[in-house]
């Protein structure tokens, strides 16, 4: 039973182009994240979402659009790919109780590969 | 000022050696729980171990304890008989139970077991 799945695993796609990563958690968590992890292995927290409510909203370009149809689901649209878009990018899930902290789970990560 | 400091970019440790990797953490928040991440050549990010502010005992885990000194702000992992296996990226991150929803991480180490 996979915990915090997301599609595609890989992804390669032209510049210029829409694309969107989909993650979905069964784990009854209400919150939920999107991290970008550049090739110098360092991950960079994007959105987080708590119960369909958008949270943290960091410094990310607005071609990046997060969306949430319920606390399960957490799908990433990106419009306009750029070349500096290609990056693994990790879905991951929590409880929204920070103590006792619980630990995010992460999803497999998608690889995006912009040409 | 970073919220999590990892300074060993990459470790090398003899197969069956134990091996410290350092983290140290900045905040004045009294309540926070401090995490350890694997990320191996596959990618996945897996949990390791957890500990909370408040907790009088470091914690283990198998292999795995945490070296946790509250005045010096450390919470430095400890390896025991360190495996070919894991060999891998290893992220310190830190949760704050003021602002809950946000982890964050340090930038990692990569460590190499030697045969």
């Known amino acids: 039973d996979t915990a915090v799945s997301q599609t595609p695993k890989y992804l390669v796609t032209q510049m210029g182009n829409d694309k969107s990563i989909k993650c979905e958690q069964n784990?009854?968590?209400?919150?939920m994240y999107w991290y970008k992890q550049d090739s110098k292995k360092f991950l960079k927290i994007m959105f987080s979402?708590?119960?369909?409510?958008?949270?943290i909203n960091e410094t990310v370009p607005n071609r990046f659009s997060p969306k949430s149809p319920d606390k399960a689901h957490l799908n990433l649209h990106i419009n306009s790919l750029e070349l500096g878009d290609s990056a693994v990018y990790f879905c991951?899930?929590?409880?929204?109780?920070?103590?006792?902290?619980?630990?995010?789970?992460f999803g497999p990560g998608t690889r995006l590969t912009v040409l | 000022a970073q919220k999590i400091t990892q300074t060993q970019p990459g470790m090398f440790v003899q197969e069956k050696e134990a091996v410290t990797l350092d983290c140290t953490y900045d905040?004045?928040?009294?309540?926070?729980?401090l995490f350890w991440y694997k990320q191996p050549s596959s990618g996945e990010m897996i949990f390791l171990i957890y500990?909370?502010?408040?907790?009088?005992q470091n914690a283990t885990e198998g292999r795995y304890s945490l070296n946790f000194q509250k005045a010096r702000k450390s919470a430095n992992l400890v390896i025991s008989a360190s495996q070919l296996g894991d060999s891998a990226m290893y992220f310190c991150?830190?949760?704050?139970?003021?602002?809950?929803?946000?982890?964050?991480f340090g930038t990692g180490t990569s460590l190499t077991v030697i045969p």
């Open positions: 784990l009854g968590h209400d919150t």
């Open positions: 979402y708590n119960n369909k409510e958008l949270i």
């Open positions: 991951a899930s929590s409880h929204k109780l920070a103590y006792p902290p619980n630990e995010q789970f």
């Open positions: 500990q909370g502010s408040y907790d009088q």
């Open positions: 991150a830190m949760r704050e139970g003021s602002t809950g929803n946000q982890f964050y």
């Open positions: 905040t004045s928040d009294p309540s926070y729980g």
